[in-house]
């Protein structure tokens, strides 16, 4: 009988996996398809600067706009492209169009912000991130100090002998490196001051208890802290609240993102809350005179 449980459950678990499987074979010619037929699209993220609340930059998330599915979130796709490498395609398409919107939006009379661009760790392993970078900044005259590449612990653990070079080459250029996610990974904040860095990004999961859960307070309060030490700039992920963003200007965090201040939007719809927070500036300035 157990036998039989057995067999019954092996075969129950088969038939499971080949559906899986099918699933994401076909999600992955969906995904080489979307790449061809640019069904990509950028959403922009505001970053503030929390003791002036002025938006100072974007983190650029990637979607998948599909014609039936509607909007797909990136980690519905962004992990199938890492084990196939399309994400080297992703990657290359997702710098190109930051870089020339971000140059489209300098040649509009925007203020200059940094663009924070997500490059995953099979980019940094597999490709020519250097020559990619370079090669698109040349192309479309996007300022490389406006550029921001966020990189993610297990990124720079994976490639520590290349990590270092990479960073060099590329920060001698101007542009600059945020850890992603800090806190999730494995690395502790020793070993990452070996690594030419310019901003942490404190996890989400520290701050979405802020200010019910006191170790994720103090866990948030010590990145701050030892971020400075190691001369990073620290930035909070997802905060939501005003006791998070309270909480933060406290302790001293230099920047955030979250839903407090904005979902990440399109680009016209970024362009269009930069062009508010300029004359709301100006209007205060003309009144200072
Ligand atoms: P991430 O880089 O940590 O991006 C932050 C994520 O948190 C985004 O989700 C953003 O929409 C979400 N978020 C920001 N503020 C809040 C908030 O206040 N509340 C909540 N609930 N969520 C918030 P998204 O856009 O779904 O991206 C998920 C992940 O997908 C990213 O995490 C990043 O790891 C990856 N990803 C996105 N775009 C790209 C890309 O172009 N290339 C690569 N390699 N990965 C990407
Ligand atoms: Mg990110
Ligand atoms: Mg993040
Ligand atoms: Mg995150």
Partial sequence: QAKDAGRGCFAYFSEDLTIAARERIALETRLRRAIEQQDLCIFFQPQVDIAGGRIVGA???VRWQDPVDGLIPPLRFIPIAEETGLILEIGEWVLRETCRQGRQWLDAGLPPLTLAVNVSPY?????????????????TGFPPTLLELEITESGLMENQENATAILNSLREQGVRFAIDD?????????????FPLDVLKIDKSFIDDIPFHQDDMEIAATIVAMGHILGFKVLAEGVETAAQLAFLQEKGCDMYQGYIKSKPLVASEFAELLRHQQHASGDTETRNC
Wanted: with cysteine; hydrophobic share 40%.
């Fill in 59 to 61: 983190e650029v998330l």
């Fill in 123 to 139: 980019q940094f392993r597999r490709g020519d991130i250097c020559a990619l970078v370079t090669t698109v900044l040349a192309e």
């Fill in 182 to 194: 800090f806190g999730t990974g494995y690395s502790s904040l020793a070993y990452l001051k070996h």
